[in-house]
């Protein structure tokens, strides 16, 4: 019998696998979501093909990445798709019952269909990085609620004294980590490149840089800033129906933790940078809404960046292009 591809669906303790084959048979297995599990299934999978099979994951987070790793590092080719297209794959089969068991057949199925690129894993750096950062975006979020409520607690409050030891320690914190973050920059030369590129950029500054370098996928699996733009949910989406009118808006289904590195940036960008300021200009004389303009500058800006770290050439202020 071939089989053809592998879907897995992943939670916390355990996953639950569709082996497709090519006329559409189906075999299941259930393993652990631990290292032994992962050994246990990779011999289940060798013993109905010789070759590594394509495997296809959802993207969901800390519990993916196990399983995906092992995969790779076991030659097979694996994918880490967005979650948002397989729900509507999975209401287009009209799919009635939702089981961890039949979510791994829609994606098995949604694998075999759209074909998706297939992953892979960032550098040990890169990972280091990228934990980092989520973990400072955790705790600013922390900072921001105990300083909210810091000043609104009234001057004898015996809270205060808590909330202020709560909120030097979080502010220590994050000194820490943007230490830390320097640290690692500092021990990798390509990300150094890379971070001097984007510096090179009017509106992107160094913490800036780190943030967009931590969350930006591996280049070369796009072949042009639109594909990147796409990943970042900052494609436009048109909604129309008969004669009403049409509206435009960020598509939003794709990277909210890029699009929040991008924001600040574009923020400066389209006040100081010679390129996006006439831009973001036009924009609002045409009457565009204050975010509406934002989110274009950070289009624009995620159209740089990708063009700059493609060309390895840093930002040049006077080459003459239409922004």
Request: glycine share 4%; proline share 7%; aromatic share 8%.
């Amino acid at each position: 019998m071939n089989w053809r591809i592998v879907g897995i669906d992943v939670s916390k303790a355990k996953l639950d696998v569709c082996l497709l084959g090519e006329a559409n048979e189906v075999l299941y297995q259930q393993v652990a979501n631990t290292p032994a599990g992962h050994e246990q299934l990779h011999t289940w999978l060798q013993q109905h093909s010789p070759q590594p099979l394509p495997v296809c994951l959802e993207a969901t987070g800390i519990y993916s990445q196990p399983p995906a790793q092992y995969f790779h590092q076991h030659h097979y080719p694996v994918s880490l798709v967005n979650p948002a297209p397989v729900k509507a794959f999975a209401a287009a089969l009209m799919k009635r019952h939702k089981t961890d068991k039949s979510d791994a057949l829609v994606l098995a199925r949604y694998a075999a269909h759209f074909n998706p690129p297939v992953w892979s894993p960032t550098t040990l750096i890169q990972s280091r990085i990228h934990d980092l950062k989520r973990l400072a975006d955790d705790l600013q979020s922390d900072r921001t609620r105990v300083k909210n409520r810091l000043e609104g607690s009234p001057l004898g409050s015996p809270a205060r004294p808590y909330l202020q030891d709560q909120l030097a320690y979080l502010e220590k914190q994050l000194a820490q980590i943007q230490q830390d973050l320097k640290e690692q920059l500092d021990a990798d030369q390509g990300l150094q490149s890379q971070c001097r590129l984007l510096t090179s950029i009017n509106g992107i500054g160094v913490t800036s840089a780190i943030q967009i370098l931590a969350e930006l996928p591996d280049l070369t699996r796009f072949t042009s800033a639109d594909e990147l733009v796409a990943y970042a949910g900052l494609c436009p989406r048109q909604q129309q129906s008969g004669s009403q009118t049409a509206y435009s808006w960020l598509s939003k289904q794709g990277s909210a933790a890029l699009r929040k590195a991008l924001y600040f940036p574009a923020l400066t960008a389209k006040q100081h940078n010679p390129h996006l300021r006439p831009f973001a200009q036009r924009l609002r004389d045409a009457g565009k809404a204050k975010m509406t303009v934002v989110a274009a500058v950070m289009r624009k800006l995620l159209v740089l960046i990708f063009a700059i770290l493609k060309s390895g050439h840093p930002y040049d202020p006077n080459y003459q292009f239409t922004a």
